[in-house]
């Protein structure tokens, strides 16, 4: 009997939880065959809400297989799937997600999805989420909400709010639910609390939010969101200021990595290299073969790209410099401002050799799944790949001046620019110290290639545009300084940043132009001047 | 009257050729246009005058550019700058001249300015209606410029590359200044659909040899200039400049005035080049600041052959019709051409074509002069010393 | 590798070819010749080298159907390196000394200022490929691009009311398309009751990289509790750095969706889309247009470039309808005599890739349809929305001031590209 009563309860329990779920999905899978029969992106839209309606988390895959374009029909019989890819696809179904046969790409029909038709899907999915059984995934449905707040939500979050344990969690549906009272025609008491909690976080969707709230209430309620505006602004004018320091860092740094391969062929050796944009250009193309080889060989080692990128940047371009110095420079040596004309000549023949191999267009570079993205200090947004590359910029700096103090070469090299007879007495072998050096300069304007082709145009033009900046960069920092390169740098991509709210991104610039000259007039041979009788001869 | 002041303060026969063979051509390239029909075999083309008359304003920047250099040391990564400037002045004679013939009908106001919603004319604009302001600003713009700049770079004893950088990032600035629309030059299209220049139809046959015809006179008389000044004890400054700045400082001169003058007497030979060159190619815009001309003017110097007057000429004329053979018989290839000349010519020909030309010459006439004094040292029995220098 | 390698030696060994070949063609038969004037080196020869590529290839496969009037058709290249008054200089060359019938070319608005004294004064032919900001029509040129109207205002139609944007950044490269076309829309915009403060404006210079500091600028105009979208006339190379900043800086296309005007997908080849699916563009044409015409267009190109990765664009569909208006017009009046193709082409119509026929109009503008694509991930558009019917040319802006009263009109009588409605006189070359 006792055993018998389990089994019943037990049944009884399955079927009680079965039956519902059975009826439920029949229902859902009526308004999912609906998408077959949507005309237009409002009709997609309406059987989204109606979806959304239901509560059930199983139809989140199914929308955000939607809001990714994954959902396609089939063309005869006008059913619903989820499928991936190209050519042949497998077909999953919309609710289980199990695998029912496949078709080729014309056999469906995909369904067309807009940004208004993602906006409400992320809206809907953001309200499904807050039951979800992982508290991150609630956090995120969560910020969401508060980023779009939609006061129909309103219930909710509350019954959300009322389930919730994580504390954290709590915390963001507070401030969801806050955004959506905004919304919401609940009484001004509510609001005013609301107000409050938006205040004290005091970003830039808050902001918005208390905007938003000002311009449509009246009274006392307007004069706390104006009051509660002001204070967002005044802590939003604060981290603004770091915003901009990290752009100028972020800035200077993209300049560093530039300049800093000319701050050895240019700033030691003396030869006005026109060419080494075209280094840096090398190595932007060489990521892209390398991303290429990757793609078509081994996609899984695509976040190593770049890592792969590194060494055959450095040693294609240093071999074209070798090869270039070998070549050409060596003929120049005593005649500085003739390896102008001869770079110049170079660096019209790489360009052109490069847009006869790999087209004029630009090509792409993508970005590894590590660089992409940005994390938040405070307000201050910062980017994943920008980050990369200042903590790049500042490694490949520290190692060159470790190598040029520390390493033999690095001494050589410092002796024969210093006193090439009196090095050349001492048994060093000149030439090769020569062309080593100019191969390590064009060397690391290959590296910063690999760098700058996360940010750029990888394109036969990529050289031009950087290489009057780095001429800049290095005579502001002082001919034949690391260390004036670096400060240069910095000094004029924080410059460049500051001046750039107030008087526009062109006017900002030339403002720097300017400055530059006029720095040259009071210091003429740049921040860190070399001192000594070198400099005379 | 004219040749023998010319002769009595020292030309040489070499340049008085040379002004002699641009004046010729001034003459005889407008004549075989207007006076052949065109189905004569010498027959110069339309085409070709405006080309060639384009060519000699390069030339004549180019050897406005070799004064400073060539002769002086100082090398300008900005010449360009003037160039444009002196450009725009002329341009902007030229849009005033259009008058109410612009699409929109304004009297007043440039096309560009009447579809920004500009009102009136901008301050800096007036005047340019009369030929005799806008001449006077095509010299003294550019020359200006250059005073200024040079006024601070020389007496700070800016130097070198520096100095050639510094150029550089004036050419830079100006090129983005005149960029933006703000500033009331026709943006990055410039100044363009001109109608005519001191009342002469702009698209004329005779208005084109009219203005190769004096784009070669501009030519000569920069030669003159360019001759008198470095055949003079002052060229000789210029050059003790070039050589030994610092001896020539403690000798007593003062080394930033005599760049001075030259850097100024440069930017005004450069600004006329550019005015004459606007009529002929028909616009004028930013493009011409960019750093890259400047590099190129440089580069036509070279390979003529710098410190010499002819050189910077045939240089100029050499890649300019070069690049125009080439843009067109070689459309995939032809900087590969270009490129491969200018490695080439810097390695083998260290002083230019003009320059090594001169240099075989020179060590021609010294064999031939060392066989004489040889000959007549077997004659008078005794050693000479010429040929020891 | 190897494909490279062997590019560069087809390259090399091509232009040897095509050199000795033209030099013994032009022996052997009468043929017509067509000027192609697009740079292949410098700045623009990124968009440029295509269109003469796409060139090429309406004439090869023009000749296999027998040419043009029993002739064949020869092409004249020539490189204006990116370089204004170069292109002044080529377009002369191939009119005076070439001889050619008609020219294809130029993409810069600068670039085409700078030939059309040479165009007018020599009574020459010039098909111009590319979007621009109108306020011009000249006797001897065709504007197969689109007129602001035929793209940017659709899009903030659209924008405005299917999207239900309040708030609006007109971003661009400073120079003349941009401020133009920003300026009709700003004129159209507060039309519609857009108020002052819910317009920014923002030029940045050519080949602008570090977008930092404005997209940041934008995302905070678009924290102001109104829908906001960026309208972008940013030119060629900076627009890949500045998506590349959007896509770091996590602005997604449903927050503030960016509608472009010149990107397309030879612009996009260059990028990952991933992050930018939503961002949208305004053109007449999408590589993923779905008609019979498109396919075989698709195909026949990337059998001529041989590279299955390569993808079409705008410009060059106007340059196939232009190519085909020309062809059409040369034989309608049986003479490549520019006057007799000037008078006959009005009116000729030719299918376009997009499904319809495209007409040439008095003005000498074409009609096309406007459509809205949205990026997807593999880097072509989606269409969203397209004009229910072909939308006309209009040379000159209703939106601004003084060409409100302009109209165009190159038939005989009126043979006029500016003629003045509010005083019945035709300004400009009427006057002399």
């Known amino acids: 009997m006792r055993l018998f009563g389990k089994i019943a309860v037990a049944l009884l329990v399955v079927f009680s939880a079965l039956a519902p779920a059975l009826a439920a999905d029949d229902s859902l899978r009526d308004i999912v065959s609906g998408f077959a029969d949507a005309r237009n992106f409002s009709q997609t839209e309406k059987i989204v809400t109606q979806l959304g309606k239901t509560g059930d988390p199983a139809v989140v895959p199914l929308l955000e297989a939607l809001g990714e374009g994954d959902l396609r029909v089939r063309k005869e019989d006008r059913a619903v799937f989820i499928a991936k890819g190209k050519g042949t696809v497998t077909l999953l179904d919309p609710l289980t997600r199990e695998a029912v046969g496949s078709a080729t790409e014309r056999e469906l029909t995909k369904i067309k999805v807009n940004n208004s038709l993602r906006r409400s899907i992320r809206d809907t999915v953001g309200g499904l989420a807050l039951m979800a059984a992982a508290p991150e995934k609630r956090k995120a449905a969560a910020s969401t909400l508060f980023a779009n707040p939609d006061p129909a939500a309103l219930d909710a979050i509350e019954t959300a709010m009322a389930a919730e344990k994580d504390p954290a969690v709590a915390e963001s549906m507070a401030a969801a639910r806050a955004a959506a009272i905004v919304y919401s025609d609940r009484p001004d008491i509510e609001k005013s609390a609301a107000i409050e909690i938006i205040a004290g976080i005091g970003s830039r969707d808050a902001l918005a939010l208390l905007s938003s709230l000002e311009a449509r209430s009246q009274g006392e309620l307007k004069e706390q969101a104006a009051a509660a505006i002001a204070r967002a602004n005044r802590t939003l004018a604060f981290w603004e200021m770091g915003q901009n320091v990290w752009y100028g860092i972020s800035l200077g740094s993209v300049l560093l990595l530039a300049a800093i391969g000319l701050a050895i062929t240019f700033g030691v050796m003396g030869v006005i290299n026109m060419a080494h944009g075209e280094m840096v250009m090398i190595g932007a193309y060489v990521t892209f073969v390398v991303q290429e080889l990757i793609r078509t060989s081994a996609p899984g080692l695509f976040d190593w790209s770049l890592a792969i990128a590194l060494p055959l940047a450095f040693l294609t371009a240093g071999a074209a410099g070798f090869a270039i110095e070998r070549g050409v420079i060596r003929f120049l040596y005593g005649r500085p401002l003739e390896t102008l004309l001869a770079t110049w000549g170079i660096s019209l023949i790489l360009q052109q050799a490069v847009r006869t191999i790999f087209g004029p267009t630009n090509r792409e570079v993508g970005t590894p799944s590590w660089m992409s993205g940005a994390f938040e200090i405070g307000q201050i947004t910062i980017t994943w790949n920008r980050l990369s590359i200042v903590i790049f910029a500042l490694a490949v700096f520290f190692i060159l001046l470790w190598a040029l103090n520390r390493t033999s070469f690095g001494l050589q090299m410092r002796a024969v620019t210093q006193n090439r007879r009196m090095a050349a007495s001492m048994g060093i072998r000149t030439p090769m110290v020569d062309a080593m050096t100019f191969a390590l300069g064009s060397g690391i304007a290959g590296i910063a290639g690999v760098a700058l082709s996360q940010i750029d145009n990888v394109s036969p033009n990529l050289g031009q545009g950087y290489i009057i900046d780095s001429f800049m960069v290095v005579v502001f920092g002082g001919v034949g300084n690391l260390w004036g390169t670096l400060v240069g740098a910095l000094t004029l991509g924080i410059a460049n940043k500051f001046l750039e709210p107030y008087a526009g991104a062109v006017l900002g610039k030339i403002l720097v132009l300017v400055f530059i000259i006029l720095f040259i007039q009071k210091r003429p041979r740049g921040l860190f001047a070399l001192k000594g009788r070198a400099v005379e001869a | 009257m004219i040749s023998r002041y010319l002769f009595e303060n020292g030309l040489s026969p070499r340049i008085l050729a040379l002004v002699a063979v641009i004046l010729a051509a001034a003459i005889i390239l407008p004549a075989l246009n207007l006076a052949l029909p065109e189905s004569h075999p010498l027959h110069v083309p339309t085409y070709m005058i405006s080309l060639i008359g384009k060519y000699l304003t390069y030339a004549l920047l180019a050897l406005s550019l070799d004064l400073v250099w060539g002769f002086c040391g100082i090398l300008s990564l900005g010449h360009g700058a003037f160039f444009a400037l002196g450009g725009y002045a002329m341009g902007m004679y030229l849009m005033r001249q259009i008058g109410p013939r612009g699409v929109y009908g304004n009297p007043l106001l440039p096309d560009f300015m009447v579809f920004l919603n500009w009102k009136e004319l901008p301050w800096y604009w007036s005047g340019f209606d009369q030929f005799w302001f806008a001449a006077l600003m095509i010299v003294a713009v550019p020359g200006a410029l250059a005073f200024v700049f040079g006024w601070f770079a020389f007496r700070s004893r800016v130097t070198g590359v520096y100095l050639s950088i510094i150029t550089q990032a004036m050419t830079f600035a100006l090129m983005l200044a005149f960029f933006r629309n703000d500033m009331g030059f026709g943006g990055n299209n410039g100044l363009t659909d001109f109608k005519d220049i001191l009342g002469f139809d702009i698209q004329a046959d005779t208005t084109r040899a009219g203005l190769l015809a004096a784009s070669a006179v501009a030519l000569a008389l920069g030669v003159i200039v360019t001759a008198r000044i470095t055949g003079s004890s002052f060229g000789k400054l210029l050059i003790a400049v070039r050589d030994a700045e610092s001896r020539t400082r403690f000798l007593g001169y003062r080394p930033e005035m005599v760049k001075l003058f030259a850097f100024t007497t440069s930017a005004v030979m450069a600004g006329v080049a550019g005015a004459l060159y606007v009529p002929q190619v028909g616009i004028i815009n930013p493009g011409e600041f960019a750093p890259a001309n400047s590099i190129e003017v440089v580069v036509w110097t070279a390979i003529g052959g710098r410190g010499t007057i002819i050189g910077p000429i045939v240089g100029a004329l050499l890649v300019n019709a070069g690049k125009s053979w080439f843009t067109g018989a070689l459309p995939e290839l032809w900087l590969f051409a270009l490129g491969g000349l200018f490695v080439l010519v810097t390695l083998f020909l260290p002083k230019g074509i003009v320059g090594t030309l001169q240099e075989i010459a020179a060590s021609a006439s010294e064999r031939r002069k060392a066989r004489k004094a040889d000959a007549e040292a077997v004659d008078g029995e005794q050693a000479s010393p010429v040929g020891a220098e | ?432």
């Not at chain 3, 700078?114 to 000249?138: A, C, I, K, M």
């Not at chain 3, 409605?421 to 035709?426: D, H, I, L, Q, S």
């Open chain 3, 1 to 432: 590798m190897a494909g490279c390698i062997r590019n560069l030696a087809a390259t090399v060994f091509g232009a040897a070819l095509t050199a000795s070949v033209m030099a013994g063609a032009a022996r052997a038969e009468e043929t017509i010749k067509v000027g192609i004037l697009h740079s292949l080196s410098g700045t623009m020869a990124i968009s440029e080298t295509t269109l003469k590529d796409v060139m090429l290839m309406l004439i090869e496969e023009q000749n296999k159907k027998g040419g043009v009037l029993g002739k064949k058709l020869e092409a004249v290249v020539v490189d204006p390196a990116s370089d204004w008054p170069l292109f002044a200089e080529k377009a002369r060359e191939l009119i005076e000394k070439d001889k050619v019938a008609a020219v294809f070319g130029c993409w810069t608005s600068v670039s085409r200022k700078s030939v059309l004294p040479v165009f007018e004064e020599l009574n020459g032919l010039l098909f111009y490929p590319v979007q621009y900001e109108g306020e011009e029509s000249q006797r001897n040129v065709f504007y197969t691009g689109a007129a602001p109207n035929q793209q940017a205002i659709p899009a903030v139609d659209y924008l405005m009311n299917d999207e239900g944007v309040e708030r609006w950044v007109l971003a661009g490269t400073d120079y003349v398309y941009p401020r133009t076309t920003n300026k009709i829309l700003e004129a159209y915009l507060k039309s519609k009751g857009v108020a002052e403060e819910d317009i920014m404006i923002n030029y940045t210079p050519f080949g602008h990289s570090d977008w930092q500091t404005i997209v940041a600028d934008i995302s905070k105009f678009g924290s102001a509790g109104k829908k906001t979208a960026v309208v972008s006339t940013i030119n060629g190379d900076a627009n890949v750095p500045f998506y590349k900043e959007l896509g770091n800086q996590g602005i997604k296309a449903e927050d503030i969706p960016v509608v472009a005007f010149s990107v397309g997908e030879e612009e996009l080849a260059g990028l990952d889309t991933a992050p930018l699916v939503g961002h949208l563009a305004a053109w007449n044409y999408f590589q993923s247009v779905d008609t019979p015409e498109n396919e075989e267009f698709i195909a026949g190109w990337k059998g001529f470039i041989g590279d299955e990765k390569r993808v079409t664009n705008d410009p060059m569909e106007a340059h196939y309808i232009g190519f085909n208006m020309w062809v059409k017009a040369v034989e309608k009046a049986g003479t490549t005599d520019p006057d007799a193709v000037i008078d006959s082409i009005v009116g000729v119509s030719v299918p376009n890739l997009s499904g319809g026929y495209s007409t040439m109009m008095p003005n000498h503008h074409i009609t096309k349809p406007v459509l809205i694509g949205e990026i997807q991930e593999d880097g072509q558009f989606e269409t969203v929305w397209e004009t229910p019917g072909l939308v006309v040319g209009d040379e000159w802006s209703d939106y601004l001031e003084d060409s409100k009263s302009l109209i165009a009109d190159w038939r005989a009588p009126m043979s006029c590209g500016n003629f003045n409605t509010a005083t019945g006189k035709c300004g400009g070359k009427g006057v002399n």
